[in-house]
């Protein structure tokens, strides 16, 4: 009787588990956009590396993000059903990084540190 309550408990947990990451996944899109990177000076460095990292985090319905200096690119993870991948684009485009067909806004270009222009 006892292991029979145990099995049950563990089947339903596991259950659980996977609805509960199903529920979660609704709506999260991943997608890569292609950037123009010289260094990975802007992941570290304390001027444009917190305020890059701040201001990725503050793009509405942006969960998460990875930066690969070496491939140029960013991998988001959003929230569609709070943003759309044009609105993001746009987004970095502000913040004075190309992203995929959308080029850097020339005002906030400038305002980067010097290694992070071309």
Known sequence: MKQSIVKIFFVLVVLFSF???AFAQKGT???VI???L???HCKKC???GEKFKVEMLNIKGVKMYELDDKAMT???YY???KTDLQSIREAISKMGYDADDVK???EAYENLDGCCKA
């Open 19 to 21: 609805s509960t990451a």
């Open 34 to 36: 292609k950037t123009f």
């Open 79 to 81: 929230n569609s059903k």
């Open 46 to 48: 304390e001027t444009c």
């Open 104 to 106: 850097a806004d020339s």
């Open 74 to 76: 960013f991998t988001v």
């Open 29 to 31: 899109q991943k997608a």
């Open 38 to 40: 010289h260094c990975d």
